[in-house]
Nanobody, 122 residues
Framework: QVQLVESGGGLVQAGDSLRLSCAASGGSISKYVMGWFRQAPGKKREFVAV????????FYSDSVKGRFTISRDNANNTVYLQMNGLKSEDTAAYYCAADLHNSRNEEEYDYWGQGTQVTVSS
């Protein structure tokens, strides 16, 4: 069973950048598809990005495509989300998650971190 811990959130201004990290323990992430999701106040949690096992294949939601980049370092058991050109609508709690299968559906993910807050002021 893998444990996930996110870090790197904070308060930034519109247009700024942040890099979120998701450190895993208790198992290797190499066998998992890793995803990032976010949840804004009063809204459902939504898919942001996913990266497949080797890191060569990624998918993004339309709202972040071209601004966010997901990457992984299997040797260091860490997944990253580089967020550029942040907008106020990106304000949310960001969660990383792990699943054995490729999915954008949060209900299919087995392991979740506790989340890290990103607040973007306009």
């Amino acid at each position: 069973q893998v444990q996930l811990v996110e870090s790197g959130g904070g308060l930034v201004q519109a247009g700024d950048s942040l890099r979120l990290s998701c450190a895993a323990s208790g198992g290797s992430i190499s066998k998992y598809v890793m995803g990032w999701f976010r949840q804004a106040p009063g809204k459902k949690r939504e898919f942001v990005a996913v990266i497949l096992w080797s890191g060569r294949t990624t998918f993004y939601s339309d709202s972040v495509k071209g601004r966010f980049t997901i990457s992984r370092d299997n040797a260091n058991n860490t997944v990253y989300l580089q967020m550029n050109g942040l907008k106020s609508e990106d304000t949310a709690a960001y969660y990383c998650a792990a699943d054995l299968h490729n999915s954008r559906n949060e209900e299919e993910y087995d392991y979740w971190g506790q989340g890290t807050q990103v607040t973007v002021s306009s």
